[in-house]
Structure formats: C-alpha cells, structure tokens
C-alpha cells in the first residue's frame, strides 16, 4: 500500500475513473461553425480576467484570437470540421481543445 504523511492513498487516487463526458449536439456547436464561416472579427460581449470574449454554448472566442473549448466534449464527430473552420479562419490564431 503506498502512503502519504502515514495516510493510505483513497482509491480516488490509486484507481481514478475519467469524470462522464457529453458529446457536443450539432445545435449546440452550429453557431460557433456559422461565426468561423462568417469571416467577422471577435465581437466582445464579455469580458473577465482571462479577456475579452464571444460566448457560445461550447466554447468563448477571445478578440486576441484564442478559441477555448477545453473539456466541451467536441467528439470524433465535431473534430474534423471543426479543425477546417479554425484553419480557414483569419482571427482564430490559438485553438484549444482537451478532453
């Protein structure tokens, strides 16, 4: 058994088991695809102290051209056309994404 400060480890830590993630919809993720379509400039609607940001249901889009959709469960399904709409995009210059 390992231990820590004389404690055993819980099984939280020895066994960890992956939190359940839900797969982005396609309506949830149309109006981000439509803005990276359009070609516009990040409109700011929200600002906090990670930036000036675009909120959609899956993800922000910051006006210096970080598109965050860390842990939004974007899927097989969503990468690929994802991936083509950030790479044709002129105002998108960070892209993340994790699972």
Known sequence: ??????????????????MPVDIASRNELVPLFNFLDSEKPVNAEN????????????????????????KQGIGSEWIEPLLEKVKNN????????RK
């Open 47 to 70: 600002t906090n102290n990670l930036g000036s940001y675009m909120k959609f249901d899956k993800c922000a889009v910051f006006t210096d051209g970080r598109l965050d959709l860390c």
């Open 90 to 97: 002129k105002y998108i210059t960070d892209f993340f994404i």
């Open 1 to 18: 058994m390992v231990f820590i400060k004389n404690r055993p480890l819980s099984s939280q830590v020895l066994a960890p088991t992956p």
